[in-house]
């Protein structure tokens, strides 16, 4: 039994009407809070770095921060904590780099069973992927421009 | 067109055993399910192994609660909610019983008792066997993300219930809890696409089946001490009192949900309540059977809900169909 597509919309106005409403406030009190913590814990690796080698250069500190913040975020999403942040703090433990390695090592460790190959690494970026595909276009894009400006 | 098969005072529910998930164990119906799982891996090297030996234990445990041996039982009527119903059918591997697979998504429990009912009534079969199980890290994995994914729920998301359980169904003729009879439901599709609303999805399914099994029995909403629906959750439930109401059935006091029955809404953080193959089935064969069985109720109608939809059909933009089944159940 199939309702047609005016009836439906009706159904589907009726129960909007009472649906839960994300509490907006607070999740975005929460991203906030999330996502500076991790920036400034991010910052906070990068100045340990410039005062231990003082001779590194800008970029050189900037990449070495993201590596540091990747490997945390593995291992905390190993030990199953990344996923409590995550549910508390939402977009702001999404944006920062450490949502995107979460991405990618959540689906490796939940196909590891199976198998390295057609498990692991097939299943690796199915959350991540389109994120690459997307930014590998785009710079191809922009560097197409830019080779004629 | 014949939508509900009467069982004349016949078909018995004679034992029922059950076995819950960490989290439903701290649920309300802690103290009525045979046995709590301490963990949700239960030592095995995945989350299909656990579901696939959850459900081979639950069987194990109905027969030693029964006293009987695999060669007393004529046929298993299952399903479960992987895909291929692979939780039924590698546990029925370790057993020696004939095996029916079912899938109705979370009213397969529904639609096995329907169908172990007609077997007793009609003498093909002596003894059945009903099951279902459904496992939250497996359907979470199969139908959403990965556990780790640091992801926020939805507001009317639902939880899935880790869980077995397994009826006992013969032919006596003394008092006891008995099928008395069952409407077979129709697929329903409102228009909604929200994988994660399940409650507006399922609850005109289970309007329309309990509207019909109303209409061919000839009762009304009065006549059962609970009406008791699969997995509507809390949005889902007062949804379907709201639709109810409109054909002016009375959906009050008597009514309830087993996706609310089995969560502390509150103190559990489960969304609008439970969800899955083994929510209505983990409430019946653990709180309702024994209920029925004390007296304390004496005429229920349970209406597994299930919700259609396949990964694959949603990411394809398709709406989500549903489906319920009313089973009345007495003491006669």
Same mark, same amino acid.
């Given at each position: 039994m199939r309702l047609d597509k005016e009836q439906s919309k009706e159904y589907l106005a009726e129960i909007r009407k009472d649906m839960p409403k994300t509490k907006h406030v607070r999740t975005m009190v929460r991203a906030f809070l999330t996502g500076g913590i991790i920036c400034c814990i991010g910052q906070g690796i990068g100045d340990a770095i410039k005062a231990i080698f003082? @001779?590194? /250069?800008e970029d050189e500190v900037g990449g070495f921060v993201t590596m540091m913040m990747i490997l945390l975020t593995a291992i905390l999403t190993g030990i199953g904590v990344y996923d409590k942040i995550g549910a508390f703090g939402g977009a702001g433990s999404i944006v920062p780099i450490t949502g995107f390695a979460n991405s990618i090592v959540s689906p490796a460790i939940e196909h590891k069973r199976e198998g390295i190959v057609l498990g692991l690494c097939a299943n690796m970026f199915s959350i991540a992927g389109p994120v690459i595909v997307f930014g590998i276009s785009a710079s191809v894009l922009v560097g197409i421009i830019y080779c004629f400006i | 067109m014949v939508r509900t098969v009467f069982f004349d005072r016949d078909v018995a529910i004679t034992q029922t055993s059950s076995i819950a998930g960490p989290k439903e164990g701290e649920g309300?119906? =802690?103290? &009525? &399910?045979?046995y709590i799982l301490k963990?949700? !891996? !239960?030592? /095995? =090297?995945s989350h299909e192994h656990a579901e696939i030996m959850m459900q081979l234990q639950c069987i194990k445990q109905l027969l030693n609660k029964a006293h009987l @041996? /695999? %060669?007393?039982?004529d046929c298993v009527f299952g399903g479960d909610l992987l895909d291929e119903i692979i939780g039924c059918n590698f546990a029925m591997r370790e057993l020696e019983i004939p095996f029916i697979g079912l899938y109705n998504a979370c009213a397969t429990f529904g639609e096995a008792l329907i169908l172990g009912a007609i077997m007793i009534h009609s003498d093909y079969m002596s003894k059945v066997i009903t099951t279902t199980t459904s496992h939250y890290a497996t359907a979470e994995r199969q139908y959403?993300?990965?556990?780790?994914?640091?992801s926020q729920r939805t507001p009317l998301s639902q939880w899935t219930v880790t869980g077995a359980g397994c009826s006992l169904l013969t032919k006596k003729e003394e008092v006891g809890v008995k099928v008395t009879s069952g409407t077979i439901g129709k697929v329903v599709d &409102?228009?909604? @696409?929200?994988? %994660?609303d399940m409650g507006a999805v399922m609850a005109p399914a289970a309007l329309n089946t309990i509207v019909s099994h109303l209409s061919d029995t000839g009762r009304d909403e009065t006549y059962y001490d609970l009406i008791v629906t699969g997995d509507l959750g809390h949005g889902g439930s007062r949804l379907l009192q709201i639709l109810a109401k409109k054909e002016g059935l009375n959906l009050g006091k008597n009514y309830s949900d087993c996706g609310i029955l089995i969560f502390n809404r509150e103190g559990q953080d489960v969304g609008q309540g439970g969800s899955g193959a083994c929510c209505s089935n983990l409430v019946f064969n653990a709180y309702l059977y024994k209920m029925l069985s004390q007296g304390t109720l004496k005429k229920i109608l349970f209406v597994p809900t299930g919700a259609l939809l396949s990964k694959v059909s949603s990411l394809q933009g398709e709406t989500i169909p549903a489906i319920a089944h009313a089973v009345a159940i007495e003491v006669v």
């Amino acid at each position: 039994m199939r309702l047609d597509k005016e009836q439906s919309k009706e159904y589907l106005a009726e129960i909007r009407k009472d649906m839960p409403k994300t509490k907006h406030v607070r999740t975005m009190v929460r991203a906030f809070l999330t996502g500076g913590i991790i920036c400034c814990i991010g910052q906070g690796i990068g100045d340990a770095i410039k005062a231990i080698f003082p @001779s590194m /250069q800008e970029d050189e500190v900037g990449g070495f921060v993201t590596m540091m913040m990747i490997l945390l975020t593995a291992i905390l999403t190993g030990i199953g904590v990344y996923d409590k942040i995550g549910a508390f703090g939402g977009a702001g433990s999404i944006v920062p780099i450490t949502g995107f390695a979460n991405s990618i090592v959540s689906p490796a460790i939940e196909h590891k069973r199976e198998g390295i190959v057609l498990g692991l690494c097939a299943n690796m970026f199915s959350i991540a992927g389109p994120v690459i595909v997307f930014g590998i276009s785009a710079s191809v894009l922009v560097g197409i421009i830019y080779c004629f400006i | 067109m014949v939508r509900t098969v009467f069982f004349d005072r016949d078909v018995a529910i004679t034992q029922t055993s059950s076995i819950a998930g960490p989290k439903e164990g701290e649920g309300p119906l =802690k103290k &009525y &399910y045979d046995y709590i799982l301490k963990d949700d !891996i !239960i030592g /095995q =090297k995945s989350h299909e192994h656990a579901e696939i030996m959850m459900q081979l234990q639950c069987i194990k445990q109905l027969l030693n609660k029964a006293h009987l @041996s /695999q %060669n007393d039982v004529d046929c298993v009527f299952g399903g479960d909610l992987l895909d291929e119903i692979i939780g039924c059918n590698f546990a029925m591997r370790e057993l020696e019983i004939p095996f029916i697979g079912l899938y109705n998504a979370c009213a397969t429990f529904g639609e096995a008792l329907i169908l172990g009912a007609i077997m007793i009534h009609s003498d093909y079969m002596s003894k059945v066997i009903t099951t279902t199980t459904s496992h939250y890290a497996t359907a979470e994995r199969q139908y959403r993300f990965p556990l780790e994914l640091g992801s926020q729920r939805t507001p009317l998301s639902q939880w899935t219930v880790t869980g077995a359980g397994c009826s006992l169904l013969t032919k006596k003729e003394e008092v006891g809890v008995k099928v008395t009879s069952g409407t077979i439901g129709k697929v329903v599709d &409102y228009g909604v @696409s929200d994988a %994660n609303d399940m409650g507006a999805v399922m609850a005109p399914a289970a309007l329309n089946t309990i509207v019909s099994h109303l209409s061919d029995t000839g009762r009304d909403e009065t006549y059962y001490d609970l009406i008791v629906t699969g997995d509507l959750g809390h949005g889902g439930s007062r949804l379907l009192q709201i639709l109810a109401k409109k054909e002016g059935l009375n959906l009050g006091k008597n009514y309830s949900d087993c996706g609310i029955l089995i969560f502390n809404r509150e103190g559990q953080d489960v969304g609008q309540g439970g969800s899955g193959a083994c929510c209505s089935n983990l409430v019946f064969n653990a709180y309702l059977y024994k209920m029925l069985s004390q007296g304390t109720l004496k005429k229920i109608l349970f209406v597994p809900t299930g919700a259609l939809l396949s990964k694959v059909s949603s990411l394809q933009g398709e709406t989500i169909p549903a489906i319920a089944h009313a089973v009345a159940i007495e003491v006669v």
